[in-house]
């Protein structure tokens, strides 16, 4: 395959074939029956082995509806039974913190003591290969969070056991962040959802939170027990054919506009994870697209009914004892006559398993523009890493000259060092290309971030040596010239000071990289004999203009408490210098003659030499904070 050919789209035709192969399905979906019955005696899932696979199915029943205040919030993922979910570097670089459904994490939370009981003894039982977790509806969501905290687990004990998890009809679990981190982990191959094309369970989330969809969703938690107990299925009755009519075209409303220009839309809390396997009764479609996955669900429940849409939810044995490997057959006899390219060819057989073969043009078209999307284009993430190292190398001129300017600011009889010298620059020719070179340098490092963050680099690019170290190397440099820049055009009286209102995000992202790599041992014992070619606190020189500020305001202050607050800040930024001189973490600039930190340094001495006659000369003190010099 060329670098810049798309993916084949056979790949999830692949995954869709492999699954109906194995006894996968039809197992996992007759657990989740059994669990659903046995949740008339209480029972929250059921257990059960076959050769060295071990099948552990949740319940459908679940008390998350209703009047449950929590069926409206999101609340914070971050560990569950005290074993971490994700990474820490995974949760400080999302925008926004891993949130998942609060009822269904209070619903998991509850039965999680036995699960755990249940499953690690499943773990000491040496003949087991590999665990699949399945389940159906609410069940299913359940699933999910108990497959999340085992892989974390045997992740934890570096177990090389294999975990799958099928849920059929799940509901969406989490948000944006949610998904993005499932995917980052490389845990998205771990987790297939199984959705009829008429179901409004998985789909319900998109929809405005309502009482309606609140009832509808307390509704068809209970119908599971319709098939042990018609007394349930009188329940359906409660809800008139109007009100379900509304809640189907909220529902539709909402997916039709959850995707513009090829983006799921802010307005939406809820996002698809793992692969989505799309069942109906001519056969299955497999895609792990987001984006894709959101379309799909609009356009095939466009071809249902609002009844039709709240029935389905209960047909996953109909449509798993359909699929098979002769289906598949069949179908693919069907394309022989076809001569088309083998990705058109895949696309044509996708939209027949889908169910939408025979639908209106109307119907078809979108469908097939929305799996393309599902095509990569352009080079592979590994490719696209190999080329941005080619364009370090490119790069890597305009880092050497801002270096050689930092020496030659170190050997001048002006002494003011590398920042202040950048700080107060002229028009010379020679600042003006290491702006330049700054700028570029900048454009290049965005550049990195933004491809990291659209998954078109590696998931672990950002834990490489090489990148880690050439970022903290650009930061320790680059950033006391864009510091000196902020301060030296006066951006901190307009904007306020450089660490909350200037910084740029690269920078702190890079400080995340540089947190989380991995530290061989004794790498940070390591004591400096002379100073650091850059200063270790790369944002040093701004915490120096902020105390710089606080001296000046000591002089025209007179509340005393405003006046104690601003001391204790100048004390504790003179401890954590002073730490850093002593460690040798700084480069000599710092300690340059003329330089703005020897500068506040002086100014320092005066103050203290001040305070120290405050308790004799109290009326010359306030004399001296009006301005009046002392006599």
């Not at 449950?68 to 949760?91: A, K, M, Q, T, Y």
């Not at 949610?178 to 319900?204: C, T, Y």
């Not at 697209?289 to 047909?315: A, F, R």
Request: proline letters at 4%.
């Amino acid at each position: 395959m060329e670098a810049n050919e798309a993916s084949p789209f056979e790949s999830s035709e692949m995954l869709a074939t492999f699954l109906i192969s194995t006894p996968l399905l039809p197992e996992s979906w007759k657990l989740c029956s059994q669990a659903n019955a046995a949740a008339a005696n209480l029972r929250s899932f059921v257990v059960e082995r076959i050769g060295t696979v071990v099948y552990v199915a949740f319940s459908g029943v679940g008390m998350i509806g209703g009047s449950d205040p929590s069926w409206r919030n999101l609340v914070p993922l971050e560990s569950i039974g005290g074993v971490p979910l994700f990474s820490p570097r995974r949760n400080k670089d999302a925008e926004e913190p891993v949130m998942i459904h609060e009822g269904m994490l209070n619903l998991f939370s509850s039965i999680f003591n036995s699960i755990q009981n249940q499953v690690l003894g499943i773990l000491e039982t040496t003949d087991t290969k590999s665990i699949v977790i399945t389940g159906h509806s609410i069940g299913g969501a359940t699933a999910s969070l108990c497959t999340l905290w085992l892989i974390s687990y045997l992740q934890s004990i570096s177990s090389s056991l294999s975990v799958m998890c099928i849920t059929f009809g799940s509901p969406l679990l989490g948000n944006k962040s949610f998904s993005e981190a499932i995917s980052k982990e490389k845990w998205r191959g771990n987790f297939i959802q199984v959705v009829s094309k008429h179901d409004i369970m998985p789909r319900l989330l998109f929809a405005p939170i309502t009482p309606l969809t609140s009832q509808l969703n307390f509704l068809l938690q209970f119908w599971h027990l319709s098939m042990t107990s018609p007394e349930f299925g009188k329940l359906a009755k409660q809800v008139s054919d109007k009100d379900k009519a509304k809640l189907f075209t909220a529902v539709m409303d909402s997916l039709e506009a959850s995707t513009q220009n090829g983006e799921i839309s802010s307005s939406i809390l809820f996002h698809p994870f793992g692969n989505y396997f799309f069942v109906s009764e001519e056969g299955a479609l497999c895609v792990d697209s987001p984006v894709t996955i959101i379309k799909m669900m609009h356009l095939l429940l466009s071809t249902s009914s609002p009844s039709g849409s709240i029935e389905d939810h209960l047909k996953y044995g109909e449509y798993v004892n359909r699929l098979s490997l002769e289906m598949l057959n069949q179908k693919n006899s069907l394309l022989r006559n076809i001569p088309n390219s083998s990705y058109e060819a895949g696309l044509e057989l996708a939209i027949q398993s889908s169910g939408l073969a025979d639908k209106e043009s109307a119907v078809i078209i979108p469908a097939k523009e929305c799996l393309k999307l599902a095509r990569r284009m352009g080079p592979s993430p590994a490719l696209n890493a190999a080329s941005l190292a080619l364009k370090l190398s490119k790069v890597n001129p305009y880092r050497a000259q801002i270096e050689w300017y930092k020496s030659w600011c170190d050997e001048q009889d002006d002494e003011k060092g590398y920042y202040d010298s950048f700080k107060t620059r002229g028009a010379c020719k020679r600042e003006m290309k290491v702006n330049i070179n700054r700028q570029k340098l900048a454009r290049f490092w965005n550049n990195v971030i933004d491809m990291l963050e659209k998954n078109e680099l590696p998931h672990d690019f950002d834990q490489r040596a090489k990148w880690v170290c050439a970022s903290q190397f650009y930061k320790l440099l680059s950033e006391p010239l864009d510091i000196a820049e902020y301060y030296g055009k006066g951006m901190h009286r307009v904007k306020g000071h450089y660490l909350e209102h200037g910084r740029e995000r690269r920078y702190e992202i890079f400080d995340r990289w540089w947190e989380n790599r991995i530290v061989s041992t004794g790498e940070d014992n390591k004591e400096r004999s002379t100073f650091a070619s850059s200063t270790q606190d790369s944002c040093f020189w701004a915490k120096v203009e902020e105390a710089r500020d606080w001296l000046n305001c000591m002089r025209s202050e007179r509340d005393t408490n405003k006046l104690a607050m601003y001391w204790e800040k100048i004390e504790n930024f003179e401890k954590y210098a002073i730490e850093l001189i002593q460690n040798k973490e700084v480069s000599s600039d710092v300690l340059a003659k003329n330089s703005s930190y020897s500068t506040w340094v002086e100014d320092l001495k005066e103050m203290k030499q001040l305070r120290a006659n405050v308790p004799r000369y109290p009326h010359q003190f306030t004399r001296f904070l009006d301005g009046e010099v002392v006599p």
